[in-house]
């Protein structure tokens, strides 16, 4: 700020020196005794240069010097906002009080500049932080969410929507949304939210995208959120617009709705039966004795059917729930697995199906709750007499895996076969294998229960091995419990 | 009635609905053959020309609807009528029953009497659509 001030100063100085240094060289001009007027008028100016020279530079110095102390007092007092607080000579004080008020209101406006830009650089950074943030936050959402401009260019985009939309993040930025989203709806959708211009409002529609997301093998369902960002003038800015993928919750909820359906159906198929025998009883229509204890017997069966089913699903949602109490024993693997397939015998041989079961000499033990251990093997044997044709083999075998330290129990079967690429959700709750539906009922639940007794209760692993046509290995294993390892090897020494 | 007992064809894959119903219509004095799934049904009902069909709707291979599509389009068997025996009424459609021969739907759990009644109701009227059917 002393550099204004200074040059200002140094021209009024400027300007009191030459006034004088003229008035000089006419006194001087009016004094010569020369007649001739060129000559007069030489003499004249050389007279005045002469005056004018030898006037100007002691009142130039002069001037200069008290200009100077008085920039610095000027300079001082308004620093220090003490504009009196050294007074200036009496000659300058006119000129120094012109010059302060002026002074102190810069000096004002640069200290609130000051603060001003300071106040700037602290928003500038927080500012900085919270986009840091922000971004953050967007690139981890699993949402792909892309934000575009009053020109429908984007001016944000999340990891999720590059991979989604198949654009690179750091090339990406204003370009329109032509050149980015290769689905027109989705293009649509934005250009739409932008030009009805009601912002904060925000409108869901359901799209199944399509583009450069279709080279993938299956399409996929998306909630698409668009909002409006309004603009100071109430008009629409820009479009905030969040995909978020449902297709798996459509899958889910569809395979809930056959759960549904499909548990219906099982359960009022043995309540049929139940129904049925019971009214051919009352009305009389049974000839002998041995045809009514025949459907007295059925309707036993039926109703333990209804009543397995039941267990099945209320165990599943008790283990989901961690509230499944297991009543641990020293289970002998080789007494359950004989039990399983002596009770599954006579459907098997309806399929004349060769049921069997192998293992060794040991004693097979771990510490297992008995009933649920009987439940895995139960249901493995019986999805596999459901699937294998008719004259196949269905094998339960036991041994001690050393290596895992556990019992490992196998169902194996000449049977259809799991595709490739439905292997890894065979044991989900209420799936099906699609083109099996046809070839026997379920409710989708007996794996599922499997998995839940073998790996959550008793902390073991299923696992499976299949090819399409040569059949299927479902296994399990159960961990040895210390005490278990203890007795094996106390029989083996 | 005529003097031959009116031939019924049963249809399920649970072998207890097969055989009450069965014993039911044979009490009553119907012929009565039986299939344990959709396909099977079809081959015998083309071979044994049963006056009635009683069927499942969810079963393997050929679902009961699917087998009442067939034997609509079966020359032999065109004018057959099925009565349905469903746990799942609901999701037989109105288009459904209007392409095909389905003149009753029964729901699961039901009652053998109910069967039977019905049975004698779809015969008669049978008998009233194609008198020369009844007479062949």
């Known amino acids: 700020m002393a550099t204004p001030r200074l040059t200002f100063l140094s021209g009024f100085a400027a300007a009191l020196a030459g006034a004088a240094g003229a008035a000089v060289g006419w006194n001087a001009w009016q004094m010569l005794p020369i007649a001739d007027p060129v000559l007069r008028g030489g003499a004249a100016t050389l007279a005045g240069s002469l005056a004018l020279l030898a006037l100007w530079t002691p009142v130039v110095l002069v001037a200069q010097s008290q200009f100077r102390r008085l920039c610095q007092r000027v300079n001082t007092c308004a620093s220090e906002g003490r504009p009196d607080a050294a007074p200036a000579p009496i000659w300058l004080r006119p000129v120094a009080r012109a010059m302060n008020r002026p002074i102190e209101l810069w000096a004002e406006r640069a200290t609130k500049l000051q603060s001003s830009m300071r106040e700037t650089q602290i928003q500038l950074r927080v500012a900085e932080a919270e986009r840091q943030h922000i971004e953050t936050i967007l690139h981890s959402l699993r949402d792909a969410v892309i934000v575009t401009n009053a020109f429908d260019e984007l001016t944000m985009a999340n990891a999720a929507a590059a991979r989604l939309l198949g654009f690179d993040t750091a090339n990406a930025t204003d370009r329109s949304i032509d050149d980015l989203i290769s689905d027109p709806e989705l293009r649509q959708m934005i ?3 932008r030009s009805s211009g009601v912002a904060n409002k925000q409108r869901h529609v359901e799209h199944e995208l399509t583009g450069s997301a279709a080279d993938r093998k299956d399409a996929r369902s998306f909630d698409i959120a668009l909002v409006c960002l309004p603009d100071p003038s109430g ?3 820009g479009v905030v617009t969040i995909l978020r993928d449902i297709t798996r919750d459509k899958e889910i909820s569809q395979m809930k709705s056959d759960f549904v359906s499909q548990a219906s159906h099982e359960l009022r198929t043995p309540l049929s039966s139940i129904n049925a025998y019971v009214e051919m009883l009352i009305d009389g229509e049974t000839q002998d004795e041995a045809t009514r204890q025949e459907f007295y017997q059925i309707i036993k069966s039926e109703a333990d059917r209804v009543s397995r089913m039941v267990d099945n ?3 599943i949602s008790r283990i989901e729930a961690g509230i499944q109490t297991a009543e641990y024993s020293d289970v002998d693997f080789v007494e359950v ?7 599954m015998a006579p459907q098997a041989k309806l399929k004349d199906i060769t049921l069997s079961c192998r293992y060794g000499p040991l004693v097979y033990t771990a510490e297992a709750d008995r009933d649920l251990v009987h439940q895995v093997i139960m249901n493995l044997v019986s999805n596999a007499i459901k699937y294998t044709p008719e004259g196949g083999r269905v094998t339960v075998s036991i041994e001690n895996d050393d290596a895992s330290r556990s019992i490992l129990v196998t ?17 989900e709750k209420f799936f099906r294998v699609e083109n099996y539906k046809r070839v026997a009922k379920g409710t989708g639940l007996g794996l599922n229960l499997v998995k839940h007794i073998v790996e959550t209760v008793h902390k073991g692993q299923v696992g499976l091995e299949s090819e399409v046509g040569m059949g299927s290995k479902f296994f399990f294993t159960i961990p040895y419990t210390q005490d278990d390892m203890a007795s094996r090897l106390g029989a083996a020494a | 009635m005529t003097q031959t007992p009116a031939k019924i064809l049963v249809v399920d894959d649970e072998a207890h609905i097969v055989h009450v119903v069965a014993l039911k219509l044979r009490n009553a004095g119907y012929t009565v053959v039986t299939a344990s799934d959709g396909e099977e049904a079809l081959e015998l009902a083309i071979n044994e020309l049963p006056d009635l069909v009683i069927t499942d709707l969810q079963m ?16 032999e068997l065109a004018h057959v009528p099925a009565m349905m025996l469903t746990a799942r009424g609901y999701s037989i459609a109105e288009e459904d029953l209007a392409r095909t021969n389905i003149r009753a739907v029964l729901s699961k759990p039901f009652s053998p009497r109910e069967v039977l009644e019905r049975t004698k109701t779809m015969l008669a009227e049978l008998i009233d659509e194609f008198p020369e059917a009844d007479a062949a």
Do not use: W
Request: hydrophobic residues 35%.
């Open chain 1, 411 to 427: 169902v194996a079967d000449t049977g259809l076969g799991i595709p490739p690429e439905v292997k890894s959700r065979v044991f």
């Open chain 1, 313 to 315: 699903m209320l165990n």
């Open chain 2, 60 to 75: 393997p291979y050929l679902s009961g609807l699917q087998l009442c599509e067939k034997l609509r389009e079966t020359k």
């Open chain 1, 337 to 343: 697995a004989e039990h399983v397939v002596e009770t």
């Open chain 1, 235 to 237: 008009g629409c800015a």
């Open chain 1, 191 to 193: 250009r739409d939210a």
